[in-house]
């Protein structure tokens, strides 16, 4: 049962275990995984340059010895044009790259696998960090846009039964740089032509691939100025086409809004009630339904951001017009045009037992949210024909550890994003 420790900063202790019951039709509660905000790693990425901001780097420099001019240099190849090795720096004196590549700009991330789908339109990336922990990153093209999807955390330690990523546990923490660099490498590979119709430019960037962002949150902070302060700061990216996707961290949601940062919120609420969120998203055992949408509430009046309400609709257990009906009923009891909803149709995980709305069902809960003039849009999945393999390998290295004891089946993360 859940167990609050009232004292600790994030409220939450350590580990919780967040119910003794098991979903509707489940059938063992041995798997079942507990929320966790401790890494089972404790290594720390290579210090560089996209953890500090330009006065770090200066100082940096200047502890070993170069003058601050070139802190706006490095940064400028960085951000401006994707470059991270020195030795492409041409006007960065050969004798400085060797101490540069060690203190400012080690190598961060490497491509393991990169596979295509929708006709080329989306890429999915497989990434080892120093450590060998691995984390994926999806480019998705869109008619007028380019989003990237990607991860704050290798793992995720918010245990939703549904969701792939959340079997693994938590792995670690992402540094801010680890975030940042898989911002860089799709930025050239869209400038590369990597996606199919030609070269284009990135636009959009959404913290849906793994992790709860909310629960590496300084880091995350971070790397939002990274992407939004413009160069040689970063990379200039507008702050509204960035998303940051919570399981419901409250107190985290209330600090982002006062970051200054407007980016838009997306909430993976998934039940409008507790009595089923508390089965779906274990952390709805410390912050309740209606905490977490007063919260997505003042974040739109502080940001002035529309908020994405995430809505897995999954069969027979959430997708009743009834509980459509209770979710029009409590975001309109906050207010009128300060959120939307994105219903997913759920991506079913090798070893869970769920599976998606029937497309009757999908449609009368979208009629239903509309009818009560809620602004809801039906999510595309992309890249489900390469979900299964990729999101697999990166499961299954991860979760070795996990499955000697637990006997769980690797399931693959979602990749998802609304058209
Ligand atoms: N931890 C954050 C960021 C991950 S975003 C969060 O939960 O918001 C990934 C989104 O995909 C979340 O809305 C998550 O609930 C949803 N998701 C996870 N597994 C899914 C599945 N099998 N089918 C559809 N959506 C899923």
């Not at 739109?300 to 029009?328: C, K």
Request: with cysteine.
């Amino acid at each position: 049962m859940m167990t609050v420790s009232p004292g600790s900063s994030t409220r939450v202790r350590r580990e919780v275990r967040p119910t003794d019951q098991l979903p509707e039709g489940a059938t063992s509660s041995k798997a079942r995984p507990i929320i966790s905000f401790t890494a089972r790693r404790r290594g720390k990425a290579p210090s560089h340059l996209a953890d500090l901001d330009l006065d770090g780097r200066k100082k940096v420099l200047s502890e070993v010895g170069f003058p601050a001019f070139r802190a706006d240099q490095l940064s400028r190849h960085y951000f401006e044009h994707g470059v991270a090795d020195p030795e492409l720096m041409s006007d960065v004196p050969a004798s400085m790259r060797e101490v540069v590549s060690q203190t400012l700009l080690p190598h961060l991330i490497t491509k393991v696998t990169s596979l295509r789908a929708d006709d080329g339109e989306t890429i999915k990336d497989l990434w080892e960090l120093f450590d060998g922990a691995r984390v994926e990153s999806v480019l998705m093209r869109y008619p007028n846009r380019t989003t990237l999807c990607i991860s704050s955390q290798a793992g995720c330690g918010m245990a939703c039964p549904f969701c792939a990523t959340g079997q693994m546990g938590l792995t670690r923490n992402l540094s801010t740089a680890e975030i940042v660099d898989q911002v860089r490498l799709a930025r050239l590979a869209c400038a590369e032509g990597a996606l199919s119709e030609g070269p284009t430019h990135l636009s959009n960037v959404v913290f849906m691939g793994m992790g709860e962002p909310l629960a590496n949150y300084r880091t995350v902070v971070q790397a939002l100025h990274r992407l939004v302060d413009p160069a040689p700061e970063g990379f200039g990216m507008s702050a509204r086409n960035i998303t940051v996707s919570t399981v419901g961290l409250v107190p985290s949601i209330d600090r982002l809004a006062g970051e200054g940062i407007p980016v838009t919120l997306a909430v993976s609420l998934h039940a409008p009630d507790d009595d089923l969120r508390d089965e779906l998203i274990p952390i709805n055992s410390r912050w309740k339904v209606g905490e977490l949408l007063d919260a997505a509430r003042r974040y739109f009046v502080a940001t002035g951001r529309r908020v994405s309400i995430e809505y897995a609709l999954i069969r027979d257990m959430n997708d009743q017009p009834w509980r459509a009906q209770l979710l029009a009923d409590e975001l309109n009891r906050r207010g009128h045009g300060w959120v939307h909803v994105n219903p997913i149709p759920l991506n079913p995980t090798p070893g869970s037992i769920w599976t998606a709305s029937t497309r009757r069902a999908q449609n009368e809960f979208v009629e239903t949210l509309r009818a009560s003039g809620i602004v809801t849009t039906i999510r595309d999945t992309r890249g489900s024909d390469i979900d299964g393999a990729c999101g697999q390998l990166a499961t299954a290295v991860q979760n070795r550890e996990r499955n000697q004891s637990t006997g769980h089946a690797p399931v693959r993360p979602n990749t998802q994003e609304a058209r």
